[in-house]
């Protein structure tokens, strides 16, 4: 079973970013809008087996909406684009450190 995730964690305030907006796009296909849940992730896979298609996709972390609903100025960023692709049927899990000034991503498990 191939599946795509994601995981959500704010670095500022130490804690998982529950009630993140997250979209997810293939070839500049929307194909899905959620919001992180207490664990700052999205319940169940974002894509799973056959929806999950070799492809480009993109993640989109609405950063200064999140931290700007906790009432912590977001001065620098304001969308987290995260556009990887591809290949075969292999799982992908894509994780997010965030504070209202950086952010990381990799290739998690």
Not at 17 to 38: F, P
Not at 70 to 99: D, K, N, R, W, Y
């Amino acid at each position: 079973m191939s599946t795509l995730s994601t995981h959500v964690l704010d670095t500022c305030n130490g804690k998982p970013a529950a009630g993140m907006r997250v979209t997810l796009s293939r070839n500049g296909q929307l194909l899905r809008d959620l919001t992180t849940n207490e664990d700052g992730r999205c319940d169940g896979p974002l894509l799973a087996d056959e929806d999950f298609a070799p492809g480009i996709y993109e993640l989109r972390f609405f950063v200064r909406n999140y931290f700007e609903g906790l009432g912590t100025p977001c001065p620098f960023l304001e969308e987290v684009p995260i556009v990887f692709s591809t290949v075969g049927q292999q799982s992908h899990h894509v994780p997010l450190l965030c504070s209202p000034w950086s952010y990381s991503t990799y290739r998690g498990s």
